[in-house]
């Protein structure tokens, strides 16, 4: 497997990837779609930005998983394995790949979905073996209940 930028063409790979967990959204709010709402121009933006990643499965040459953070906040914004990757080998990269393009020297923060899904239990734990706490706040994310995460500053 290798990690590379995404580009417009990847656009299809990431909303098949988004959709793996339509029935984890599904059990948080009534309707997915705002959970949605503003996706296109999310990922498109962030594309643009060089903000997204990829990792290629160098067997199939498919999408094994993305990540897209935010330099100017600071945070990761999105973080997917697909279902049929190894999450933590996959997730791993993914996460090294993005905290290498983040200011260690300032929080790093990320929302994840609350619920207790396997799927999010062991995204959870990935971010905690990258040394981010659980933070007592709870947010709301594409309209979705989440948990605050965050990775304190690294002094220089």
């Keep these: 497997m290798y990690t590379r930028l995404m580009n417009k063409e990847d656009i299809p790979a990431w909303l098949a990837l988004a959709h793996e967990g339509d029935h984890i959204i599904g059990e948080l709010i009534p309707d997915i779609s705002v959970f949605y709402q503003g996706f296109d121009e999310y990922m ?37 394995v697909t279902g049929e990757a190894d999450f933590r080998a996959v997730g791993g990269k993914l996460l090294e790949t ?16 609350k619920s207790d899904d396997e799927v999010i239990k062991r995204e959870r734990q990935l971010y905690a073996d990258y040394g981010f ?8 994310e594409g309209g979705v209940p989440a948990r605050l995460m965050k990775k304190l500053p690294v002094k220089k």
Excluded: P, W, Y
């Design 44 to 80: 498109t933006a962030k594309i643009k930005k060089n903000e997204a990643f990829m990792v290629v499965d160098t067997g199939s040459g498919q999408c094994a998983g993305i990540a897209a953070f935010s330099r100017k906040d600071n945070r990761i914004s999105f973080l997917g």
């Design 98 to 113: 993005v905290l290498g393009k983040l200011d260690i020297s300032r929080e790093i923060t990320v929302n994840v979905i």
């Design 133 to 140: 706490i659980e933070d007592e706040a709870e947010v709301i």
